[in-house]
């Protein structure tokens, strides 16, 4: 009966090692689980609207040279008006400053003036 438990107890614990390479996401996969669904450019994007009707000069994130990291992380865990706050379990310190690095390395996005109206 020792054996059989020993054997068992052998058998879980080498199951729980498992291979410690599993990859991260990256600040851009970060950004596309996280952020993208209300900040990317264009139509249908609450956090890109709001900034639009805000008058902002750049209204997505992409291309705005205003944003500093220390105000995003603070946005990021604080929330802003309609955006929630995220808690360290759901992104981490250094995963915020990927996230900010992809957004300041992204090229802006090209805006095309609408066709008048004929």
Known sequence: MKKLIALSLL????????DQTVE???GAENYALMCAGCHDP????????????AG???ASLFGRDDLDREYLRTIVRQGLIEM??????EL??????EIYAHIMSA???????????K
């Open 56 to 58: 902002r000069p750049v």
């Open 11 to 18: 058998v879980i614990l080498s199951a729980c090692d498992s």
């Open 84 to 89: 929630p706050p995220f808690r360290p379990t």
């Open 92 to 97: 981490s310190d250094a995963e915020i400053d």
């Open 107 to 117: 090229e802006p996005p090209v805006t095309t003036p609408a066709m008048p109206v």
């Open 42 to 53: 264009g139509p249908g994007h609450p956090g890109t609207m709001l900034l639009e009707q």
């Open 24 to 26: 991260k996401p990256d």
